[in-house]
């Protein structure tokens, strides 16, 4: 709103110093100053309003060294960062950027169905919450908006030849001079490690003929719908001890707001050679709202924690992290990006499948892991969760540098 307020007053009224609300650097770092205020000072004033309503945690009988004096602790603390990342977007972002439309979306979708998840488990006292179908469900949603809106809007496009112009030499000596790329609409991705690192999710259907192109959402929308289910199924598994998930998520998002801003800005992409976005780098403003709002969350949800971010938060953190990546062309990195979700994700799946396998090859089930998800795993041989919880920061810190790292490492 303050964007629309303040070009007004740059282009009508001519009130000096107006324009500086059309940097997006500028504004990065009023959202980013406003969403760490608001989670951190108004976040208390939530904290206190869910323990007056016995909004407390229902912990499990899990064998965890302190996981009994968890009981009670205020869980839906998510609300404070659905809450401290929208209002400073509201305030400052370009509401009419189709990117900005698609991350709100998200963040209240994915949000709702992580309330639900919490009310049902809460104040109907059932512990597995919503029916996970319904979750799915929810999830498949989002992701057939997100995947349909990239895919059929006009206004999303890309251009990979981010130069003006350039001139190419052939063997006979003739110059020729190549015309500049135009914008257009792809669904072409970026392959990490690379060097001529775009591929096309339409290639896949080639075999179909001359117009293979046209179908191209047949693959693309259901590769978004898995990416987003599986991310925020992710950062839900992550969300166990206290500042794991919104450490980690944090560390994530910085990287993925570099990739916007460059992404969105013709001078860096061309720079970097990489893919030109147009329009993309106002997610830089969501982004920087959004990491405050882990940040300021991290106050009140470090050990001890004062509350958790209960589905309320988990399901939003990795909808949204997954909904940048996909709209920045960086999905391909998410396994390295998002390393932990996926070890997390994966430590389950393997105890699982290979309980499982083993209960009907011998009759007993088996385990590879003393808990799952992995960090249980590492509570009960015995480390303290703080230091659980640091460790993966650092892992996650190295994999968000390699991620970076990607933009020239080809």
């Known amino acids: 709103m303050l964007y629309y307020l303040f070009q007004y007053l740059d282009k009508v009224m001519d009130v000096p110093g107006a324009g500086v609300f059309q940097y997006i650097t500028f504004r990065s770092a009023l959202a980013l100053m406003l969403s760490l205020l608001l989670s951190t000072i108004y976040g208390k004033r939530i904290i206190s309003f869910l323990s007056r309503q016995q909004v407390g945690e229902t912990v499990r009988e899990l064998g965890l060294a302190g996981q009994n004096e968890k009981a009670g602790t205020p869980t839906m603390g998510g609300i404070i960062i659905i809450f401290a990342t929208l209002v400073p977007v509201v305030l400052f972002a370009r509401l009419h950027n189709i990117y900005i439309v698609l991350l709100i979306v998200t963040t209240l979708w994915m949000g709702i169905i992580g309330f639900i998840d919490d009310y049902i488990k809460i104040f109907k006292k059932d512990k597995e919450g919503l029916k996970g179908i319904f979750k799915v469900f929810g999830q498949v949603g989002l992701g057939v908006i997100v995947g349909s809106v990239l895919y059929f809007s006009p206004v999303v496009t890309v251009k990979t030849d981010t130069a003006n112009s350039s001139t190419i030499i052939k063997q006979t000596n003739e110059t020729v001079v190549r015309p500049a790329s135009v914008e257009e609409k792809s669904t072409a991705t970026t392959i990490p490690f690379v060097k001529n690192n775009e591929f096309d999710y339409a290639i896949v259907l080639k075999w179909i003929g001359p117009d293979y192109e046209k179908w191209a959402w047949l693959v693309f929308i259901p590769v978004v719908i898995f990416i987003i289910t599986a991310v925020s199924n992710g950062a839900n598994l992550t969300d166990g001890i206290d500042g794991l998930a919104a450490g980690t998520s944090a560390v994530s998002v910085f990287a993925l707001g570099i990739f916007t801003f460059v992404s969105g800005n013709i001078i860096f992409s061309n720079y970097l050679n990489i893919m030109y976005i147009p329009h993309s780098g106002e997610m830089t403003v969501f982004i920087a709202a959004f990491l405050g709002a882990l940040i300021g969350f991290l106050w009140y949800n470090s050990y001890p924690a004062s509350v958790f971010m209960g589905d309320t938060g988990s399901l939003t953190i990795g909808g949204i992290i997954a909904v940048l990546a996909i709209a920045v ?43 799952s998800p992995l960090h249980h795993h590492y509570q009960k041989k015995g480390y303290h969760e703080s230091k659980i919880v640091t460790r993966f920061w650092v892992v996650a810190i190295m994999l968000a540098i390699l991620s970076i790292v990607t933009l020239k490492l080809r």
């Open 329 to 371: 062309r960086k999905e391909l990195l998410i396994p390295l990006l998002c390393g932990i979700f996926l070890v997390e994700n994966f430590s389950v799946v393997l105890q699982v499948s290979y309980f499982k396998y083993t209960k009907k090859r011998f009759g007993e089930g088996r385990r590879i892991f003393l808990m």
